[in-house]
């Protein structure tokens, strides 16, 4: 797999993982818990599968291997889209239990 491919990889995981978290999101105006922290579960996989692809472009890139480049406008976006989902994947897991704890207090 080429640099640009690992660089689509990287978009396309971190955008599955950020869909994801507000799928989980939309689990939790349901009062579905466990199905929101299942959906929290595919979206940090998906964030791993980014982290990989993106672990690998920065070895290439420090080794020097051919075809790799230390940086690029569209590695910039993928960064961009990598680091996004997963501030709004920890961001929502937080969400989740903030509204889970509430939602438990309430109907006691």
Do not use: C, N
Request: no cysteine; charged share 30%.
């Amino acid at each position: 797999m080429d640099s640009e491919q690992q660089i689509m990889e990287i978009i396309g995981s971190a955008g599955t993982s950020k869909s994801l978290a507000f799928s989980a999101l939309a689990k939790v105006r349901e009062h579905d818990y466990d199905g929101a922290r299942a959906v929290l579960q595919k979206a940090k996989e998906a964030d791993l599968k980014a982290h990989a692809a993106q672990t690998k472009l920065i070895a290439d890139a420090l080794s020097g291997a051919e075809g790799s480049s230390t940086a690029s406008l569209l590695m910039v976006h993928a960064q961009d889209h990598y680091m996004t989902s997963q501030l709004a994947r920890d961001l929502i897991e937080e969400l989740v239990k903030i509204i889970e704890e509430r939602d438990g207090e309430r109907s006691e």
